[in-house]
């Protein structure tokens, strides 16, 4: 299963090279940084998530949701809008 | 806007690749711990839940003529040696076992790969399976069982090899015979301070300089030349112990127990088959040598604020403990530091949550709780006479310390293995803060069986699709993952 996630991701990386490159949009350095970070925390908690549940600590499962989840997803979303707000503006 | 066809040049189409093997391989390198999602769907058929390719059907695939089908003769199995005789000819089944008896010596003398002695040992270790008749023994000829043979009555002599390999052997030896982990401590003058002086039988425990060791109506003799004391480890269903006040929890205790007297006459059966004397404990598991020294010194658990456990790397403090004394030259092994003495100074989990506060709940101590420590140890002293009583009063043991401990969990979430358990061991500065979240995440939510939340009061009698045991036996067995 996680090597279809993989996959997926490969096509999504993939994807979203080739927009940035077609679209000549500039991605600075710390948005990378920023990116790969909620990217990698998004990853940990998503496998934790399983791991709770095949461990029955669903109290476990809500607080990797809320505590680790939440920021993961902003890591990731914060360049990512800040992108799409720079290709809007050009 | 002017609508053009895109165009990828080499140069772009190469990054794209590259970067799509960086999310492959990212989620790739993390997939050994990461479990099957079926464990997620569970049935409430009560049945085993085979895999998805697998069909119930009403008739098996092979066919049944029930009025031809009758009950059998258990005579006529081929198993037995009339029907032999009867098939291949008056005489035939004791030829066979004799050519089969001399076959084996023979290939024992000429150390045949997969069949020199050791290779035998282990096999009739667990093919006779009886061990003993499961006799708690002292020393292996008080059996006086002649289905085990000695290296002299196969003509060879016994099994050589250098302490390291010796250590090696014992630990595949041990696991074949159920075994969590070996620790192997020498029983010089600071290692004989484990074995008891006096046996609760009144017998004293005395090291003479003689070949083989004895007992009297007085003593049990231990040879001087007996230096190596195995400590082995047996594991507890992580899903029991967190059932305190249960019987779950008991049984799995239990359970852990009979493993451990099963491994020690399996190591025992061994070690005679290969040419080494080996002690067990002959009154009842926990006695002759004590546990925690073994362990400690031998490296496979360190001294905890628990007090009646160690913690274990792998497996916290699920696991029992168990010994033997052998005179097969073994690598001793080194004391751990996992940072848990360390991190129980903050914790403290299981003091808050002992009933007859029978754990030491202070910083560690030279001091004594009672005559029923050890002196001469800077640990946290146990009252066991406190913890005994809540045991024998509640009827179905406690446990609480040990379901409550953060370091009682599973591995399938990544966080334990990845984060918590390298971090307590190289510092300090997280101590009080993962104690905390211990408690936030839930993962001391079972201490009490007031406090059973959720899918933790899931009747034990609901779980399906559980491994053997219910222990998950694979756990730090990155190959067999």
Known sequence: ?????????????????????SKNLKVLWYEYVLGALGLLLFLFVAQNLVGSIDEWEMQAFWMFVVILGLPSLLLMGIPALRIVRRYRAT | MSKFHHTIGRRDFMKALGLAGVGIGTVAATSPVFHDMDEVISSSKGTWKPPWWVKEVDKPTADVDWDLTKRFDFREASINMPVIDKTLGPGSALQLYKTWKSGITKNIQEAKPGRELRDYALHDMVGRSNCYGMKRI???????????LYP????VSRWEGTPEEATKMMRAVARLAGARDIGVMELDEKGKTSVYSIERDGKEYVFENCDRAYWDDHKRVIPEKDRWCITFTTMESQDMSKRVGTAFCETTVMDAY??????????????RMIGYECLTASIDRNTMVEACPGLTMGGVAELSRLGMTSATPTDGPGVRAF????????????????????????????????????????????????TWNKAGIFNYPLNGVLCRKYQFSDMMGCGRCRAACPFLTKDFASIHEFVIKPVVAKTSIFNSFFRNMSSVWGYDSMKSRDNLTGEQQMSWWDIENAPVHYIDTTRGCIQYQ
């Open chain 2, 323 to 370: 010994k033997v004394i052998t005179d097969l030259p073994m690598a001793v092994g080194k004391p751990i530091d996992m940072g848990i003495f360390e991190f129980c100074k903050t914790c403290g989990i299981c003091a808050d949550v002992c009933p007859e506060s029978a754990i030491w709940p202070d910083d560690p101590t030279w001091d004594v709780s009672g």
């Open chain 1, 1 to 21: 299963m996680w090597i279809l996630i993989g996959l997926l991701l490969g096509i999504l990386f993939t994807w979203t090279a080739i927009k940035l490159t």
């Open chain 2, 138 to 148: 002292f020393v292996d000829y008080e059996a006086d069982d002649d289905a085990y």
């Open chain 2, 258 to 271: 009979n493993v451990g007297g099963f491994v020690a006459q399996r190591l025992q059966v061994f070690l």
């Open chain 2, 152 to 155: 002299s009555d196969h003509g």
